[in-house]
């Protein structure tokens, strides 16, 4: 177990619909970060952020979006969903920022969204 | 273009023998390079992290190597448990920025 939360595990929705992904870090980390995992692209980075604040931006559609709450929890938005958006989403935490150092990050245990 | 790329793409071996994944990049500038495992369905577990003066790093019967001049790193499993059935991957941070580049990862089966 390595402390990350994430809700809910499965997620079955419609195309044109919109879900919100929800991950709770590891107690004290400030980092949240969203990866996608698809069947024939592996794993994407998308988004991160450190102390409410976006940091980063990887591979992630305009339709997509993400925040991260004051008590540091972390919600992924999807709309206008579209069949290719089925896959595992995982959330990752660290302590620091991820600057250039060598942080360890800790991954979720996923949600899979399968989108019809 | 940043790339990762690993090998091979599977890899079946028995129990208590020794095996060698690889990686190769061609990140620019590079910042760290990564080995993390992922049973299935389940989210990735960190292994190592080098930097680019490091040339080799070991968690228990995992040793990771990197050659920067090369930009080469591998990843030796060493008297491989039933348990170590997994993929693994890869993945390089490009300096400078908060991108990471992923590998598409060795799917590595061990069989009793």
């Known amino acids: 177990d390595s402390g990350v939360t994430q809700t809910p595990k499965h997620l079955i929705t419609a195309t044109g619909q919109r879900v919100t992904l929800r991950c709770s870090p590891r107690?004290?980390?400030?980092?949240v970060y969203w990866y996608q995992q698809s069947l024939d692209q592996g794993l994407q980075f998308l988004i991160q952020?450190?102390?409410?604040?976006?940091?980063a931006k990887g591979n992630i559609l305009e339709r997509f979006s993400a925040q991260q709450f004051p008590d540091l929890h972390s919600e992924l938005n999807l709309s206008s969903l579209e069949l290719g958006d089925s896959a595992l989403y995982f959330c990752?935490?660290?302590?620091?920022?991820?600057?250039?150092?060598?942080?360890?990050?800790?991954f979720g245990p996923g949600t899979r969204l399968t989108v019809l | 273009k940043n790339q990762v790329e690993q090998s091979p793409q599977s890899l079946i071996i028995l129990e208590g023998k020794n095996c060698t994944l690889q990686?190769?990049?061609?990140?620019?500038?590079?910042?760290?390079l990564r080995w993390y495992k992922q049973d299935t369905g389940r989210g990735p577990v960190s292994l190592t992290i080098?930097?680019?003066?490091?040339n080799t790093k070991s968690n228990g019967r995992y040793t990771a190597t990197l050659d920067a001049d090369t930009k080469q790193s591998s990843l030796h499993i060493t008297a491989s448990q039933l348990s170590d059935s997994a993929s693994y991957i890869c993945?390089?941070?490009?300096?400078?920025?908060?991108?990471?580049?992923f590998g598409t990862g060795t799917r590595l089966k061990v069989l009793a």
């Open positions: 990686c190769n990049y061609t990140v620019s500038p590079f910042s760290n």
């Open positions: 990752a935490s660290s302590v620091v920022s991820g600057g250039g150092s060598t942080d360890t990050q800790y």
């Open positions: 993945v390089v941070r490009v300096s400078g920025t908060y991108k990471y580049i």
């Open positions: 952020y450190y102390n409410g604040e976006e940091r």
């Open positions: 080098m930097t680019f003066s490091e």
């Open positions: 107690s004290g980390d400030l980092s």
